[in-house]
């Protein structure tokens, strides 16, 4: 499951770009860490399900782990238990009694091997028709977690006694105490068909709902496409709350393995390798004097001096300072940037595009410059502007470019004009990554000032 924002992570997560697609732990991407965990567990591809949106994302992940992947495309975020629903619909037209294991893209798991031999206990539960969720050893009083209290000993696992929300401090030290607890790990295992069965049974409406979406798909490459009206007025709802709470069918296998979710940068602090003065520094930074803080710069130098327990986050838009002990509520600095109307919750000064990226350099008042990376062999939609016209300078490589009636090779130090209302486009013909600058000049420079008439990666014309 590769849906979700990642809020607490701004800025480094945004809508356009979440934390399961950024490399925060490793040299890959949360998501491929994720499908590479699953590797001495199964030869079967992996199933993802993610927001239209961020397809083309998590295929050039999948890409550049050379994974097979097919990929439900949910047109909106619904939560998990029809997120799942989708998937064990999908599953089941082939075998029913395939056993799924249900992985949250965005977890860090240090201890391999102690995982598998969590989910090798679990497929027992499983093949059993047990619904087994992972618990995961509680080693201190989190109240940024749900728990599970563990019911009577059973073969493999515990029965499930009750489930806890996110619970005060003083709750959860309780809960520490008793030892009857496991940190909710939103991980589970059971057959698809069981799955549906007790969605039918608890939530007959997700299943419907579900059903009617998967009934009319379609496939496109690797793509999964749902019916979208049936989905959008589907509830919302996480399978805690759908199945695995009323469920008399539900197991607890306990996992110690190193589990993080990393949603908050004290989190992901915690899961970092430090200095001596136990700081996490990333980027260009320097340090004088501090203590127990984690600082990542993207482009600038950052220099702290004298602080401790401080997160710090630049990007190339926008600089975070937070005390660590209130890393939670950085969502609401993200609320707030959404009511005001701002951008930068929504995507980055850098955006990624099927086609390669381009990184908003400067704007004024009626004039905006883009650097624009476009991949080899890779096209821009065939657009028209109303409101702009455009001014293109080739970096490095060559641009092969539509101008009205004309197309015409661009190449290093050279440039050409488009008028506002003409139909263009721009390809690289070449081996090499095309780099450019673009300059709009015109009354209105939005990004939804753009007529598609053609567009190779099926996106609205």
Known sequence: MAGGNGSRLWPLSRTLRPKQFLKLTSDRSMLQETVNRTVNLTNA???????????????????????????????????TAPAIALAAFHICETNPDSVMLVLAADHVIERQKDFEASVQEGYKSAMNDQMVTFGIKALSAETGYGYIKRGKS????????????KPSLLKAQEYIDSGEYFWNSGMFMFKASRYLEELKLFRPDIYESCLNCMKDKRVDNDFIRIQNKHFISCASESIDYAVMEKTTKGVVVPMDAGWNDVGSWSALWDVSKKTEDNNVCKGDVITQDCENSYINSEKKLIAAVGVKDLVIIETKDAVLVANKKNDQD??????????????????????????????????GERDQVKRITVKPGEKLSIQMHHHRSEHWIVVSGTAKVTNGDRTILVTENQSTYIPLGTVHALENPGKIPLEMIEVQTGSYLGEDDIVRYEDRYGRQL
């Open 154 to 165: 059973l073969e493999h696992g515990f029965s499930i006694e009750k489930f806890e929300e």
């Open 45 to 79: 591809a992996s199933l993802l399900i993610c927001n239209e949106e961020h397809r083309f994302i998590a295929a050039e992940d999948m890409r550049e782990l050379n994974k097979e992947c097919q990929m439900i495309l949910e047109p909106v975020g619904k939560n």
């Open 330 to 363: 950085v969502k609401k600095i993200v609320q707030m940037l959404k009511d005001q109307g701002r951008s930068e919750h929504y995507l980055h000064r850098e955006v990624y595009r099927p086609w390669g990226k381009y990184d908003s350099i400067d704007h």
